[in-house]
């Protein structure tokens, strides 16, 4: 291969040295096209960044679970980090033992927790004191001991953007400080609970160090403050994350996040599981559209529709999330000024606001980068429009691994 990943080669766009023209001629667009080099040296830059350091690394499958994908992860020695009880359904049927598997989420309903208790996960981490609770009832019932982490919520700023923020006391998300500490201890007279570790996610998208380092240091302080009283854990859950450069711009490597981790934890001498979700899978997908209408929004503009909208990718409408954008295949010519739009009746559907491109003509194909993470995962039926289509390169060849929905797989539900 010259270069893995999404690279010009004689001006057009391939994946992995495939055409992306080529699998859009197949298989039609809108298409998600994974490139299984990006994830395999994405996964292993993570991974061999702990050197030697005692660590795992659960993919959080909410980023992107389809089941190739998933497969792959679990070839390169991932295990899974599960935000629901199909989550952790899916990491089974692809192979994960439970052992492979942290369950965590901000809304376990009971239906999800009377079937994960008795699995004997990895853990199930907790978001609050209740939900200690309902567990503890169930490993009874069950006759069993449950092994679960507390996620605390450390009041920490990811300085990522507020939507996807979740380590502020304001925030939804874990257990308040003081409150865990008294949780923690009250678990060592509970027979059917067992603390293997505690947790922290402070956000996602995160661009810098600073909060992810004190969030560390925050695990490691209470981990320490533990042991002191006698409460020895397996391991430290410092979640998932690490930001992904969407424009271009420079990001912080994945051998400086982990140093960074491993410096604030080594005086536990506790392992570190990481859960990273969009540095693994982000950026090794595009979304692969079609122009389907050019139309005049001002002297010097033109609407740019595409087959493939907020349906598809729903991070610009939903954050207005900014993605590259480029033709598959470079036209010879001038360049011009869009929006580049989706389909779908909604204002907010926009892919791409306000870019400068190679003159657009309709029938081109488009692609989206850096859509592997949160974009097929988020699709939507809007419109009743189908679900998008998904391809994996890998070892040279690509493959259909998700075939596109059809108006009758959806009626079928409802017939
Ligand atoms: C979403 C999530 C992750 C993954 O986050 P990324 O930013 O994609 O790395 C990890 N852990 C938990 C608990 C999450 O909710």
């Given at each position: 291969?010259?270069?893995?990943?999404?690279?010009?080669?004689?001006?057009?766009?391939?994946?992995?040295?495939?055409?992306?023209?080529?699998?859009?001629?197949?298989?039609?667009?809108?298409?998600?096209?994974?490139?299984?080099?990006?994830?395999?040296?994405?996964?292993r830059a993570l991974d061999?960044?702990?050197?030697?350091?005692?660590?795992?690394?659960?993919?959080?499958?909410?980023?992107?679970?389809?089941?190739?994908?998933?497969?792959?992860?679990?070839?390169?020695?991932?295990?899974?980090?599960?935000?629901?009880?199909?989550?952790?359904?899916?990491?089974?049927?692809?192979?994960?033992?439970?052992?492979?598997?942290?369950?965590?989420?901000?809304?376990?309903?009971?239906?999800?927790?009377?079937?994960?208790?008795?699995?004997?996960?990895?853990?199930?981490?907790?978001?609050?004191?209740?939900?200690?609770?309902?567990?503890?009832?169930?490993?009874?019932?069950?006759?069993?001991?449950?092994r679960v982490a507390i996620?605390?919520?450390?009041?920490?700023?990811?300085?990522?953007?507020?939507?996807?923020?979740?380590?502020?006391?304001?925030?939804?998300?874990?257990?308040?400080?003081?409150?865990?500490?008294?949780?923690?201890?009250?678990?060592?007279?509970?027979?059917?609970?067992?603390?293997?570790?505690?947790?922290?996610?402070?956000?996602?998208?995160?661009?810098?160090?600073?909060?992810?380092?004190?969030?560390?240091?925050?695990?490691?302080?209470?981990?320490?403050?533990?042991?002191?009283?006698?409460?020895?854990?397996?391991?430290?859950?410092?979640?998932?994350?690490?930001?992904?450069?969407?424009?271009?711009?420079?990001?912080?490597?994945?051998?400086?996040?982990?140093?960074?981790?491993?410096?604030?934890?080594?005086?536990?001498?506790?392992?570190?599981?990481?859960?990273?979700?969009?540095?693994?899978?982000?950026?090794?997908?595009?979304?692969?559209?079609?122009?389907?209408?050019?139309?005049?929004?001002?002297?010097?503009?033109?609407?740019?529709?595409?087959?493939?909208?907020?349906?598809?990718?729903?991070?610009?409408?939903?954050?207005?999330?900014?993605?590259?954008?480029?033709?598959?295949?470079?036209?010879?010519?001038?360049?011009?000024?869009?929006?580049?739009?989706?389909?779908?009746?909604?204002?907010?559907?926009?892919?791409?606001?306000?870019?400068?491109?190679?003159?657009?003509?309709?029938?081109?194909?488009?692609?989206?980068?850096?859509?592997?993470?949160?974009?097929?995962?988020?699709?939507?039926?809007?419109?009743?429009?189908?679900?998008?289509?998904?391809?994996?390169?890998?070892?040279?060849?690509?493959?259909?691994?998700?075939?596109?929905?059809?108006?009758?797989?959806?009626?079928?539900?409802?017939?």
């Open positions: 291969m010259t270069r893995s990943g999404f690279v010009l080669s004689r001006a057009e766009l391939v994946c992995d040295d495939i055409p992306l023209s080529a699998i859009a001629a197949a298989v039609g667009t809108p298409l998600y096209v994974y490139s299984g080099a990006t994830i395999r040296a994405r996964y061999e960044a702990f050197d030697g350091y005692p660590h795992r690394l659960h993919y959080a499958l909410k980023a992107n679970s389809t089941f190739a994908v998933v497969q792959l992860l679990r070839q390169l020695g991932s295990a899974v980090d599960a935000n629901s009880i199909w989550e952790v359904e899916v990491a089974r049927q692809a192979g994960f033992g439970a052992a492979d598997v942290v369950f965590t989420g901000v809304g376990k309903s009971l239906h999800e927790l009377a079937q994960a208790v008795p699995l004997g996960l990895r853990a199930i981490n907790v978001e609050s004191p209740g939900e200690l609770e309902r567990i503890e009832t169930l490993a009874a019932r069950f006759g069993l001991v449950a996620r605390v919520n450390p009041d920490i700023d990811a300085g990522s953007h507020p939507h996807i923020s979740t380590g502020l006391r304001i925030n939804k998300f874990g257990v308040p400080k003081d409150i865990a500490r008294d949780l923690m201890t009250s678990i060592g007279s509970r027979p059917h609970l067992k603390l293997v570790a505690i947790h922290v996610h402070v956000g996602s998208q995160i661009t810098s160090l600073a909060p992810l380092r004190s969030a560390a240091a925050f695990l490691a302080q209470l981990a320490t403050e533990l042991d002191a009283r006698g409460l020895r854990l397996e391991y430290l859950d410092l979640g998932g994350g690490l930001g992904i450069s969407y424009d271009g711009a420079d990001v912080l490597s994945a051998r400086d996040y982990v140093a960074a981790l491993v410096d604030e934890v080594r005086s536990t001498g506790l392992p570190i599981v990481i859960e990273p979700g969009r540095s693994v899978i982000g950026p090794a997908g595009v979304l692969v559209g079609t122009v389907i209408d050019i139309k005049r929004r001002a002297e010097d503009s033109d609407f740019a529709v595409l087959d493939a909208g907020m349906t598809e990718l729903m991070r610009p409408a939903l954050y207005g999330a900014y993605h590259r954008i480029e033709p598959v295949k470079a036209a010879a010519g001038g360049t011009r000024h869009y929006e580049l739009v989706g389909p779908v009746c909604e204002s907010t559907d926009v892919v791409g606001r306000d870019r400068m491109l190679p003159t657009l003509s309709v029938g081109d194909l488009v692609a989206i980068h850096d859509a592997g993470a949160y974009g097929a995962a988020m699709a939507s039926n809007y419109n009743r429009r189908p679900l998008p289509a998904e391809v994996l390169v890998d070892n040279g060849q690509w493959r259909l691994i998700r075939r596109r929905q059809t108006v009758d797989d959806l009626l079928a539900l409802e017939r």
